[in-house]
Structures are given as structure tokens and as C-alpha cells.
T-cell receptor
Framework: LAKTTQPISMDSYEGQEVNITCSHN???????ITWYQQFPSQGPRFIIQ???TKVTNEVASLFIPADRKSSTLSLPRVSLSDTAVYYC??????????FGAGTTVTVRA | SQTIHQWPATLVQPVGSPLSLECTVE??????LYWYRQAAGRGLQLLFY??????ISSEVPQNLSASRPQDRQFILSSKKLLLSDSGFYLC????????????FGPGTRLTVL
């Protein structure tokens, strides 16, 4: 499994854009990049997934450079309810995903 | 639509007692199933995963075991709980399609005293 590195925590204010960068230097050719969000006492929830370039959905955007050794999750105009832990995962069709410690994002009023 | 159930929601057990946590999935067939544990303030640790009935892969050697007696049923067990087994246990499923999205259950909060 490719190892990922992301910041332990980030602080932001309501209405701002939050960008979380994840490093995955040993990503394999078949690996996808997936981000999850977790609130306290709940299971993680899928946010977005990508392989290369840019992916956007109604919740977030995912930017992946050409070398795929990193990725950036972008949360536009965050609100207090976006306070959560965000996990970056890298994996392929090996049925296993490894969740690290994640990034705790705290949004303040 | 697919749903995933876990029970019990919370559990307090003495050290040395047995454990049985159950997870069931509805609305899909032949799911890939996972058991994770999350210690307080930590990330998720993959414990077991299963790609089919009776097929269990263990990721971390410990006093826990898993079984998959039916296609959509995944059970986590222990014969003798340790204090270090305390944590938030999550079951998840994933389909065989190109998406790597895993769907998580509500979790079981286990406290071993």
C-alpha cells in the first residue's frame, strides 16, 4: 500500500477555501486517490476520488499533478459543519485501503 | 439502496470476556467486507477484509478473529478481550466496480474494563 503524508491539523474560518495536500511519493500505476471525511463517532464518508488531473463534484475538488506524487483536496467556502477529519487514501484493486491519522480541519465562525 | 448495519452500538465488557460484533449488508451481493478499529483520536486500523464467504484476510495479528458465514454477514470475535481492544469498531463494504468507495456502518463503541 502506498504511504500517504498529510498535515495533522488545519484551521480555517467560515466562507474560506480549505486546501489539504497529501503526499504519496510511491503511488503505483494502478492506484487511485480517494478522500474521506469523518465526524466524531461516525464512520468515514466518501468525498471524492481521482486518478489524474482534476475532479470536481458538488462537495469538493481534487487536484492531481502529472507525476501523481501528491494531491490536493479543495473545500470551497467551508462552513462550521465542515469541521471534521479528512483522510487521503491511495490504493488500487487490492481490496484494501489504509487510513492514516488524517487531517483535522477546524472551521471557526 | 444499500444499507449496512452494525450491532450493538455500544458495549462495555470486562477483560477476559468474549466478544461478538455483527455486521450485515443489505441491497447488494458479494460485497467486499472490512473490519476497522479506531482508537481514540487516531486513524482507522484495518483488521480484516473478506472478498467472499469463508474468505478472511487478517491485517494485524492479535487476539481478534473474523468470520463470514453468509454473503452479507461479517462477524468480529474474540475469545478473551484485552484492555487494548477498546475502541470504535467499524464495518464497511465495497462493491467490485471501478470505484474504490467504501461504505461504513454506524460503528460499535467497545470499552473493555
Amino acid at each position: 500500500l502506498a504511504k500517504t503524508t498529510q498535515p495533522i491539523s488545519m484551521d480555517s474560518y467560515e466562507g474560506q477555501e480549505v486546501n489539504i495536500t497529501c503526499s504519496h511519493n510511491n503511488i503505483a500505476t494502478n492506484d487511485y486517490i480517494t478522500w474521506y471525511q469523518q465526524f466524531p463517532s461516525q464512520g468515514p464518508r466518501f468525498i471524492i476520488q481521482g486518478y489524474k488531473t482534476k475532479v470536481t463534484n458538488e462537495v469538493a475538488s481534487l487536484f492531481i499533478p502529472a507525476d501523481r506524487k501528491s494531491s490536493t483536496l479543495s473545500l470551497p467556502r467551508v462552513s462550521l459543519s465542515d469541521t471534521a477529519v479528512y483522510y487521503c487514501l491511495v490504493g488500487g484493486n487490492d481490496y484494501k485501503l489504509s487510513f492514516g491519522a488524517g487531517t483535522t480541519v477546524t472551521v471557526r465562525a | 439502496s444499500q444499507t449496512i448495519h452494525q450491532w450493538p452500538a455500544t458495549l462495555v465488557q470486562p477483560v477476559g470476556s468474549p466478544l461478538s460484533l455483527e455486521c450485515t449488508v443489505e441491497g447488494t451481493s458479494n460485497p467486499n467486507l472490512y473490519w476497522y478499529r479506531q482508537a481514540a483520536g487516531r486513524g482507522l486500523q484495518l483488521l480484516f477484509y473478506s472478498v467472499g464467504i469463508g474468505q478472511i484476510s487478517s491485517e494485524v495479528p492479535q487476539n481478534l478473529s473474523a468470520s463470514r458465514p453468509q454473503d452479507r454477514q461479517f462477524i468480529l470475535s474474540s475469545k478473551k478481550l484485552l484492555l487494548s481492544d477498546s475502541g470504535f469498531y467499524l464495518c464497511a463494504w465495497r462493491g467490485d466496480g471501478p470505484s474504490h468507495e467504501q461504505f461504513f456502518g454506524p460503528g460499535t463503541r467497545l470499552t473493555v474494563l
